[in-house]
């Protein structure tokens, strides 16, 4: 995989995404992986999408790092803009009464805040 890796990102700029690397049974291989691709010179970025669990942080502590708990305003925000763009624009939701949408809207912010 490594070889793969390092052959295609020599020649093209790569995006590589990893979303909930937490929930992979057997990540021991992968998180070698991913760690030994730190000192490689790539043309990639590299995206993973995880809660801090201990071995991943210390296996992956030479990368950038971002908390989205730092940015939980920013995220209910948007959380908020996409509930309401989807409650007024949605043709299946128009049916809906005001006030249940008003629920809704108030339901799911409330979750949101509690993420």
Known sequence: MKKLLISLTKEHKTMLL?????????REDLLSLLASLRHETLQM???ITSRNENDIH????????????????????DIGLYINSRLDNDKKLQWLNPIIKSDIQRSLKTKANNM
């Open 58 to 77: 210390e296996a992956l502590s030479e990368f950038p790092r971002l908390c989205i708990e730092n940015f939980s305003s920013e995220v209910v925000e």
């Open 45 to 47: 970025n590299l995206l």
């Open 18 to 26: 990893i979303d909930a690397l937490d929930e992979c049974e057997k």
